[in-house]
């Protein structure tokens, strides 16, 4: 095997510059496509396209007129994204000969990933979005409902350490794969081949899906080659905020996190100048709902073992686990939607979208947009100090 395949589709890459990638990415992707890079939306209207078939009329529901339940996957921006996501991924989990169906150690796991998946997905569609659109593209939007989501996921995470913690909940985060003997070196290397050849032809066949949407909508064509290069980014930084999260209870590690956050400083300024150029910002409510949804979805992914893009990837890889965690995702979003009038009338739509460059001016919430990530950075730092600190004196 070649050096540069080997560092390039197999090595795993850093997170720090793949991340300041999808910060960018995802700058370049509100620019051409007029919103932002996020999933749970579209998850959440997979439910109710599956509650229509049932004979249920969700497309009349409060919720789904604002998030809007028009066509099917395929004709949507965010579903075409989507579908670019999940085939990005793959396409580069099988370049690197990593995928194999993986089962749990035991069916409580999967238990605690429905769970999880289902709390994680509620919280995130309570706010309006998930990781990415109520935090890594929610702040260089200018939302200040994103920051109030982005602190609350970081309590939320410190809520699910504790609970999964406790006795009942401990177990072994081992997984087997679906056969009980291990291959031998060649039947390992002819797997790995064929893997890496599946890999570019599903690319191709990608590319052929691509044309498709282009022919219907340039928009639609951009979305779904953004979405490739989003799976793709992901799977091979192996990027979870489930990680970031828990690693600042637990171990104090700052990678993640400092890539998390340059990611936004690198997207605010392309976001910025696209608003500035005319590009209408997602704004949305700064209401309880932003918090309590943080709350909820930080507890969630360390409950499920894993975020929106983390979830995606290892699903990709054939982690059964991850399956399950999906599903929780769209029946917990599913679930805000069935709800949304009792919730949203409460707790989101009687308070403000405010927008810091309408509260502090352009240049002025810009500049707090940043002051804002550099405390951010200073935080995870003292933080990563203390666990430090903590072993130097033990």
């Given amino acids: 095997m070649s050096s540069l395949r080997q560092r390039f589709f197999v090595d795993f890459w850093p997170p720090i510059p793949t991340l300041v990638a999808l910060g960018v990415a995802s700058a370049y992707y509100f620019a051409l496509t007029g919103t932002f890079w996020a999933v749970t939306g579209e998850f959440t209207r997979w439910g109710g396209h599956v509650l229509s078939w049932f004979g249920l009329k969700p497309q009349e529901w409060s919720y789904f007129?604002?998030?809007?339940?028009?066509?099917?996957?395929?004709?949507?921006?965010?579903?075409?994204?989507?579908?670019?996501?999940?085939?990005?991924?793959?396409?580069?989990?099988?370049?690197?000969?990593?995928?194999?169906?993986?089962?749990?150690a035991s069916l409580r796991r999967l238990v605690q990933g429905l769970v999880g998946g289902i709390i994680a997905g509620f919280g995130a569609r309570l706010a309006m979005g998930c990781n990415l659109a109520a935090f890594f593209t929610g702040i260089p939007m200018f939302s200040v409902h994103a920051w109030a989501f982005m602190f609350s996921t970081v309590l939320g995470a410190w809520i699910g350490v504790k609970i999964t913690l406790l006795p009942f909940l401990r177990h072994s985060l081992r997984v087997q794969a679906g056969g009980s003997a291990m291959p031998d070196p060649k039947a390992l290397a002819r797997r790995t081949e064929r893997q890496w050849r599946l890999g570019w032809v599903?690319?191709?066949?990608?590319?052929?899906?691509?044309?498709?949407?282009?022919?219907?909508?340039?928009?639609?064509?951009?979305?779904?080659?953004?979405?490739?290069?989003?799976?793709?980014?992901?799977?091979?930084?192996?990027?979870?905020?489930?990680?970031?999260?828990?690693?600042?209870?637990?171990?104090?590690r700052t990678k993640v996190a400092y890539g998390i956050l340059l990611g936004m400083a690198a997207a605010c300024i392309g976001t910025f100048a696209a608003i500035r150029l005319g590009v209408a910002p997602k704004i949305f409510w700064m209401g309880p709902n932003a918090v309590l949804g943080g709350v909820l979805f930080g507890l969630g992914i360390v409950l499920a073992g894993g975020c929106e893009t983390g979830w995606m990837y290892r699903a990709m890889e054939g982690q059964m686990h991850f399956w399950v965690v999906g599903v929780g995702n769209v029946i917990g979003g599913t679930l805000v939607a069935v709800f949304w009038d009792e919730l949203g009338g409460a707790l989101a739509l009687p308070y403000p979208k405010l927008n810091l460059l309408e509260l502090f001016g352009p240049v002025g919430g810009l500049l707090v947009t940043y002051l804002g990530l550099a405390l951010s950075l200073a935080l995870v730092a003292a933080n990563a100090r203390r666990f430090s600190h903590a072993r130097k004196t033990r």
């Fill in 202 to 252: 599903l690319l191709l066949l990608s590319l052929v899906v691509a044309a498709w949407r282009f022919e219907a909508s340039l928009v639609l064509g951009m979305a779904f080659l953004f979405g490739l290069a989003y799976g793709g980014l992901i799977e091979r930084g192996q990027i979870c905020f489930t990680s970031a999260a828990r690693d600042l209870w637990t171990t104090g």
């Fill in 65 to 104: 007129k604002i998030l809007g339940l028009q066509g099917t996957p395929l004709d949507r921006v965010d579903g075409v994204m989507v579908l670019g996501m999940f085939l990005g991924a793959l396409c580069c989990a099988l370049w690197a000969g990593n995928v194999g169906l993986r089962r749990p």
